[in-house]
T-cell receptor, first 116, second 115 residues
Framework: AQSVTQPDIHITVSEGASLELRCNYSYGATPYLFWYVQSPGQGLQLLLKYFSGDTLVQGIKGFEAEFKRSQSSFNLRKPSVHWSDAAEYFCAVGRISSGSARQLTFGSGTQLTVLP | KAGVTQTPRYLIKTRGQQVTLSCSPISGHRSVSWYQQTPGQGLQFLFEYFSETQRNKGNFPGRFSGRQFSNSRSEMNVSTLELGDSALYLC??????????????FGPGTRLTVL
């Protein structure tokens, strides 16, 4: 069965500081990996995704993530955090089975607080 | 292109009642998935529909059901509501078979409160 672990429940950084959110996954095949962001009372917005190819992927809002197969990790990074980045971040692994059935398994999320 | 829409946005019900939530996917998307989000259990997959057929189902009791119409709109139904069904219900659409078909786009959710 697939699973996702986000070891940090809550992270606090100062505005302008760099950010790294950790994500480890367990999956029996080549994973489809995603990072989503959720602001209070809102749905999920896709930040970036990894399907294949270049292991460093760029997303929206200046985020990037690196897929490391040997470490089963897909950490999210941003060089300089803005106050508007305060939100909850979810890592997810997608199971794409026969017939293109889809199911995302999410981590428990990391709440990001940005200090002025 | 309009995003995924969900109605209603907020709902209050009492135990034992039933509820129907609606989801309209992005135009052209034929796959609709439903997720439940609670503080205790996080985000959990409920089921996925594609071309009016349920393709995949998560580990939820039979009180949770869904359907998809020919225009790809989907509804989910929860019967005999329990307090633990209070959650944010998220709908996501995708377009299998296309280059970006593995991406799921989420709606704003329906906040269900069971009293």
């Amino acid at each position: 069965a697939q699973s996702v672990t986000q070891p940090d429940i809550h992270i606090t950084v100062s505005e302008g500081a760099s950010l790294e959110l950790r994500c480890n996954y367990s999956y029996g095949a080549t994973p489809y990996l995603f990072w989503y962001v959720q602001s209070p009372g809102q749905g999920l917005q896709l930040l970036l995704k990894y399907f294949s190819g270049d292991t460093l992927v760029q997303g929206i809002k200046g985020f990037e993530a690196e897929f490391k197969r040997s470490q089963s990790s897909f950490n999210l990074r941003k060089p300089s955090v803005h106050w508007s980045d305060a939100a909850e971040y979810f890592c997810a692994v997608g199971r794409i089975s026969s017939g293109s059935a889809r199911q995302l398994t999410f981590g428990s999320g990391t709440q990001l607080t940005v200090l002025p | 292109k309009a995003g995924v829409t969900q109605t209603p946005r907020y709902l209050i019900k009492t135990r034992g009642q039933q509820v129907t939530l609606s989801c309209s996917p992005i135009s052209g998307h034929r796959s609709v998935s439903w997720y439940q989000q609670t503080p205790g259990q996080g985000l959990q997959f409920l089921f996925e529909y594609f071309s009016e057929t349920q393709r995949n189902k998560g580990n939820f009791p039979g009180r949770f059901s869904g359907r998809q119409f020919s225009n790809s709109r989907s509804e989910m139904n929860v019967s005999t509501l329990e307090l633990g069904d209070s959650a944010l219900y998220l709908c996501a659409s995708s377009s299998p078979g296309t280059s970006g078909g593995h991406e799921q786009f989420f709606g704003p959710g329906t906040r269900l409160t069971v009293l």
